[in-house]
């Protein structure tokens, strides 16, 4: 089992940047796919990114490409989320997940497909 723990999130002017970290306990972190969903009020759970295993390989929803950036660092048990250009449509409560199972390769993972996820961290996006 992990426990995510997410940080980073905030109040930030539309056009700003952010950037979310999440860091995880147990010694099987490498062994998992890593990936953030978010939550606008109102509105269905949206995954917005995922991260191969070896970082190597990473996924956007349309939503996010090209303005957000997803990243591991395995010596740190940690997963970042850099997003630019921020919108006011991107505030929502920002998850961090892991799948433990690989439940798909060489695509965004949906929300429904992670094990494990964090409490949230708030970001809004003022006009």
């Known amino acids: 089992q992990v426990q995510l723990v997410e940080s980073g999130g905030g109040l930030v002017q539309a056009g700003g940047s952010l950037m979310l970290a999440c860091a995880a306990s147990?010694?099987?972190?490498?062994?998992?796919?890593m990936g953030w969903f978010r939550q606008a009020p109102g509105k269905e759970r949206e995954s917005i990114a995922s991260?191969?295993?070896?970082?190597?390989?990473?996924y956007y929803a349309d939503s996010v490409k090209g303005r957000f950036t997803v990243s591991r660092d395995s010596t740190k048990n940690t997963v970042y989320l850099q997003m630019n250009s921020l919108k006011p449509e991107d505030t929502a409560v920002y998850y961090c997940?892991?799948?433990?199972?690989?439940?798909?390769?060489?695509?965004?993972?949906?929300?429904?497909?992670?094990?494990?996820w964090g409490r949230g961290t708030q970001v809004t996006v003022s006009s």
């Open positions: 997940a892991a799948d433990a199972t690989l439940s798909g390769t060489n695509r965004l993972l949906l929300h429904t497909e992670y094990d494990y």
């Open positions: 147990g010694r099987t972190f490498r062994s998992y796919a």
């Open positions: 991260i191969s295993t070896t970082g190597g390989h990473t």
